[in-house]
């Protein structure tokens, strides 16, 4: 079993943006209808030129779990304090985020945006990743590149008060060209269904739980255990400070090996325009740069520990053989929001890579290589 052990400190908002043809929904927060008005937390928002709804686009998780998804932070106070939204339930898991949350991972708001409600119904969302050719280390040889797509159509519903439960069907490709050896498949699939139960905040306090069971293999031959990953994971999250998110969690990845991992970190909401999250598996520093041509635009930098493994058929090795793919992103990006559709788009480097098997054949490294990566919700 291998257990990274890593401690991160998180920071976020939450966002939620009215997507064509669906309506918000506001369902009462019990803990926010008995307070008075002074007792609210969220701060009046300075209505700024760059103060309109900011981008909110999914992460395209892949195989790797939801990233550390948080409440919404709030932000700072630069005026008398207000209610906000009347109580409705906030999106603690940033599932509308382009970029975190997934890997099988939400939005960055920036302060003048502050907290958003649960966007109820469904979100279509699609992405590609291109991994440029890499060599392959010894005892691999020959080089290795994959063209990457994953598709979700998440479902979000009030299941009780304050209760929202969040089911959404996922279908993945890799297209694979090399390395020369070992023998790998051309093409490999996912077919996964990710459950989240996300609970009402009480007071400074709410938690997540998530369960993601998925199918993984090249459907060359009958499915085995090896073809079957169940990852979860459960996060507490605690409002120190209106600028301020504590989360503490963690997660199990079910592939070649057993990994138990840390979601867990802190966050910062300087002003208006920054949002530093220091979390793990996934990372973000966003800046707001403003509205342009009908568009709300964030650039970003992330980072991510990204795993995913696949039953195949190796001849003359097994029929039921699994392969792991473990490695580090990196990436700058920028992502824009218009109104019935938000994108991103992203470059970056993938390192530490290295593909390991369950039986008999021998893993490997591969190279650095070019990351390109693009998404888009509606």
Known sequence: ???????????????????????????????????????????????????????????FRGQTPPTLDTPPILPPTYENPTPFFGGAPRDPFLYNDPVLGDPNGSTVLSGVNGPQPYRFGFTPKMDYTYLAPAGAQSPGNGRFSSNEFNFELAHVQQVGPGWIFTNTPQAGIRLWDGPGTPDLPGSVYRLGWDFTLATPIVGLWSMQVDFNPSINTDFNSSLGREGVNLDGNAMLFYRASPQWMLVLGAGYWDRVDKIILPYAGVVWNPNDLWELRLLFPKSRISYFVGNINGGSHWLYATGEYHVESYQIDQPGVSAHQQVQFQDWRVAVGLRSDHVTYDKFIEVGAVFGRNVDFKTITPGFNLNDTLMLRAGVRF
């Open 1 to 59: 079993m291998r257990i990274p052990i890593l401690v991160v400190v998180t920071v976020m908002a939450v966002h939620g943006p009215l997507a064509l043809g669906q309506s918000r929904v506001f369902a009462v927060d019990p803990a926010a209808v008995f307070q008075t008005e002074s007792e609210l937390p969220a701060p009046a928002i300075s209505l700024s030129a760059k103060s309109v709804r900011p981008a909110s686009m999914p992460v």
